[in-house]
């Protein structure tokens, strides 16, 4: 967690992908951020549904979740974005290579 974000609420949680591409993920932690994205890859249809189904089986496995409502999922703010703070460090590496 970067330390410009605010203490007081839950940190977002990232996905980087091969790209250096970053894509915020909804949920207070990795097993709702994990679930909410596996939600629209379930035979499922309907990704609200799926959702509630995973976090069912999640409960009973012992990891239940903060929600079953897709739509109340934490969609997190970043305080600092993350691909800018990416440039400005790449920028200042290439400056002082430069």
Known sequence: ???GEPADR???VL????EFTYWGLAGRNL???CAS???HYQDEPDERLAFAQLADQLAEL???LSTRDYDALHDPDYAVDPEELTQELIDAEREKRA
């Open 31 to 33: 097993a709702e951020a």
């Open 15 to 18: 996905e980087l992908d091969t």
């Open 10 to 12: 839950p940190p977002p």
């Open 37 to 39: 994205e596996r939600a």
């Open 1 to 3: 967690m970067h330390p």
């Open 62 to 64: 012992g990891l239940p």
